[in-house]
């Protein structure tokens, strides 16, 4: 039996019937929903609230929610007079002390008007010089927020069906392995029992080479002049410092607390922390950070195989990159893209083969990604792009969602897709791309690529390792490790020795470290590029500035290799203490202001080198 309701379609201001199962339990059901709805709004802080709230979201109100409906489907069934009022008052009491407990226990501030408060203030405003930085803490957080993340993703599997998605991928990128050969390639020279110390003398050797003033690997790789006048660099400048924190807002509330401990720009946000992951207060705390009004879509936490963590918003201000100075009034809409922060992130950024991609090859895990995400997100951006005419397109990210970033943005542009839209023809898509992975790589000379990617706006700060990883670079690890291992390195076997630094690493054997290696082709491990016209590698040259902040600067390095001249994709991977902790989107937030901050004062440098570094 069923009753029917009338209600309005709001879109087109009509009535519509419609019916719905008439319950033969209706108090129960009151009891149950209303219980659902307080534990929606149960928001715990500190140290609970982060791990409590987003299982909440992903975990605790589904269960509810399927428990609700087993509960309503056994009490329909059961032919006893007033079974629903005696059934409703069981329920009823239990919930209630909860509910109490809840209210009388957990402190609770006033984050709505707070949020409005913290909106409207002027973002100068909200600094203040009172405490000093926690790296430690910072780096912690960062963890925390990705452990977090992990165990949602897990924990859901069952819930959500993404354990059929984790098997297909799984198979596709073991099948890989043992199709091409790479896997019995990396395994062997890693498997090996002295392959540790082997990596601390790598390590070390490369260290030695890479001191900032000489032959570094950035300044192996460094453009002779500047790919664009000082004007347009500051301009990029600014806006990339604007849209690195909507790349650590993807993350969510723990990587903004880690950026928030950092302190990138040297001073103490003086707001009260919204420590919750609810997604009201990730939105209001989202607007805080990036200082923005609106934001219009959020994922929530945990993971997913085929869906990459983003959120979209409109941002009314002005951008400093702009083609004309008309454009520069513009507002923009922001994609911003989350990177690795779950173990799905880490199995899309594992599929690291290459398929075709807009005459090219990708990263076979990225780019699929990529591809989903914008059948997910393109009605809403079109929608934004509508509703405020001559806005832009802004696409960024961090990690494994730079490498998203770009390959989207590089899409886009390639296949013109606003340029078919009425209205929107005169869009212009742009790319900040923070840690990106290298993704693409052109399988001829293509003019139409290249323009596409003029708009891509790329960084790597320090010894940063994510920007040297593919499938190419790791068999060249590889490679290298078994040139170590097969070296005679002396009767008594001193590899121990050199790997803690207590004997010195032969002349012959950096050679052999040191050197070019030629890999036998493999199908589908193709040597893929960061997709950007040039590459901003940002370096620490002296621990403070006149602000007491660490001092950075920037060289201009080709992405990949021209005129017989390494790019960065031919470098190896570094092996350095720091090469996690300096991938870590506040560190990345750091030193941008550092550069910045150079180009606006001129005080220690113009923030950037050609020659030397």
């Given at each position: 039996?069923h ?6 379609d709001?879109m087109?201001?009509?009535s ?9 339990s209706?108090?129960?059901a009151?009891?149950l929903?209303s219980?659902k ?9 500190g140290?609970?609230?982060?791990v ?6 992903s ?9 609700a409906d087993?509960?309503l ?9 007033y079974?629903?009022?005696?059934g409703?008052?069981a ?5 209630f002390t909860?509910?109490?407990g ?5 402190p609770?501030?006033q984050?709505?008007?707070e949020a409005?408060q913290?909106l409207?203030?002027n ?6 010089r009172?405490?000093k930085?926690k790296p430690?803490?910072s780096s912690?957080?960062g ?9 949602i993703d897990?924990?859901?599997l069952p819930i959500n069906?993404?354990?059929g998605?984790w ?5 596709k990128?073991l ?11 990396i395994?062997?020279s890693?498997?090996?029992f002295?392959a540790?110390?082997n990596l ?5 050797t490369?260290?030695?080479?890479n001191?900032i003033?000489?032959n ?5 790789t460094?453009m002779d002049a500047?790919?664009v006048d ?6 990029i400048l600014i ?8 790349a650590?807002a993807?993350?969510g ?10 302190q ?8 009260k922390?919204v420590?919750?992951?609810?997604k009201?207060a990730?939105i ?5 950070y990036?200082?923005t009004k ?6 929530k936490p945990g ?5 990459l963590g983003?959120f979209i ?6 951008t400093?990159?702009?083609a ?9 809409v ?5 990177g ?10 594992a ?6 991609f ?5 990263h076979a895990g990225?780019a699929k990604?990529a591809?989903?995400l914008?059948?997910?997100?393109e009605?809403d951006?079109v929608?934004a792009?509508?509703?405020n005419?001559?806005?832009?397109l802004?696409?960024t990210g961090h990690s494994?969602?730079?490498?998203a ?8 542009n ?5 340029k ?6 005169k ?5 900040f791309?923070f840690a990106p ?5 052109q399988?001829?000379n293509d003019?139409?690529?290249v323009k596409a990617?003029n708009n ?5 700060h320090?010894n ?6 593919s499938i190419s670079?790791i ?10 291992d097969n070296f005679?390195?002396g009767v008594l ?5 050199m ?5 010195p690493?032969?002349d012959?054997l ?8 030629l890999?036998p082709?493999?199908?589908?491990a193709h ?6 016209p040039f590459?901003m ?15 950075y ?10 005129n017989?001249?390494?790019?960065i994709?031919?470098?190896p991977i ?12 506040p560190?990345?937030?750091q ?5 910045l901050?150079?180009?606006i004062?001129h005080s220690g440098?113009d923030?950037y080198v050609?020659s030397s570094n």
């Amino acid at each position: 039996m069923h009753e029917y309701t009338e209600q309005t379609d709001t879109m087109k201001g009509t009535s519509i019937l419609t019916f719905e199962p008439k319950r033969k339990s209706p108090h129960i059901a009151k009891v149950l929903e209303s219980a659902k709805k307080d534990l929606e709004d149960a928001e715990f802080p500190g140290l609970a609230g982060k791990v409590f709230n987003p299982m909440r979201d992903s975990i605790f109100v589904p269960i509810t929610e399927k428990t609700a409906d087993i509960i309503l489907a056994v009490a329909d069934t059961i032919p006893l007079p007033y079974m629903d009022e005696i059934g409703a008052l069981a329920l009823s009491a239990p919930l209630f002390t909860m509910k109490a407990g809840y209210s009388l226990l957990i402190p609770h501030t006033q984050v709505d008007e707070e949020a409005k408060q913290d909106l409207d203030m002027n973002l100068g405003n909200a600094f203040k010089r009172n405490q000093k930085p926690k790296p430690i803490l910072s780096s912690l957080m960062g963890v925390f927020g990705f452990v977090a993340n992990s165990i949602i993703d897990i924990a859901t599997l069952p819930i959500n069906g993404k354990f059929g998605e984790w098997r297909d991928s799984t198979k596709k990128f073991l099948g890989y392995l043992v199709y091409s050969g790479v896997g019995e390639e990396i395994l062997g020279s890693f498997a090996d029992f002295n392959a540790f110390e082997n990596l601390l003398i790598i390590g070390r050797t490369q260290a030695e080479s890479n001191v900032i003033g000489g032959n570094s690997h950035r300044a192996r790789t460094a453009m002779d002049a500047l790919p664009v006048d000082e004007l347009f660099f500051k301009a990029i400048l600014i806006d990339a410092t604007r849209f690195a924190r909507f790349a650590t807002a993807a993350y969510g509330v723990s990587m903004i607390d880690s950026a928030d401990l950092l302190q990138v720009y040297g001073k103490h946000i003086k707001i009260k922390i919204v420590e919750n992951a609810s997604k009201d207060a990730r939105i209001r705390k989202i607007q805080r950070y990036t200082n923005t009004k609106q934001i219009i879509d959020i994922t929530k936490p945990g993971g997913s195989m085929e869906l990459l963590g983003h959120f979209i918003a409109v941002d009314a201000r002005k951008t400093q990159v702009a083609a004309s100075a008309s454009e520069k009034e513009k507002g923009v809409v922001v994609l911003a893209i989350r990177g690795t922060y779950t173990v799905s992130g880490l199995k899309a950024d594992a599929a690291g083969y290459t398929i075709p991609f807009c005459n090219g090859y990708a990263h076979a895990g990225i780019a699929k990604r990529a591809d989903s995400l914008w059948g997910k997100v393109e009605d809403d951006i079109v929608k934004a792009l509508r509703n405020n005419p001559g806005y832009n397109l802004i696409i960024t990210g961090h990690s494994l969602g730079a490498g998203a970033a770009a390959l989207l943005s590089l899409k886009l542009n390639y296949k013109g897709f606003f340029k078919k839209i009425q209205g929107l023809e005169k869009v212009v898509i742009r790319c900040f791309a923070f840690a990106p992975p290298p993704v693409f790589i052109q399988s001829s000379n293509d003019e139409a690529l290249v323009k596409a990617m003029n708009n891509a706006y790329a960084f790597i700060h320090e010894n940063d390792c994510v920007p040297f990883l593919s499938i190419s670079s790791i068999r060249n690890l590889a490679g290298t490790l078994d040139a170590v291992d097969n070296f005679e390195k002396g009767v008594l076997k001193s590899s121990p020795l050199m790997a803690a630094g207590l004997k010195p690493i032969p002349d012959e054997l950096k050679q052999l470290i040191c050197k070019d290696r030629l890999l036998p082709s493999v199908p589908n491990a193709h040597k893929l590029a960061i997709p950007a016209p040039f590459v901003m590698w940002m370096r620490k040259v002296a621990d403070k500035d006149a602000a007491d902040l660490p001092e950075y600067n920037v060289m201009f390095c080709r992405p990949q290799k021209e005129n017989e001249r390494m790019g960065i994709n031919h470098l190896p991977i570094l092996l350095d203490k720091d090469m996690i902790s300096d991938h870590m989107n506040p560190q990345y937030e750091q030193a941008l202001n550092s550069v910045l901050r150079q180009m606006i004062s001129h005080s220690g440098g113009d923030g950037y080198v050609l020659s030397s570094n």
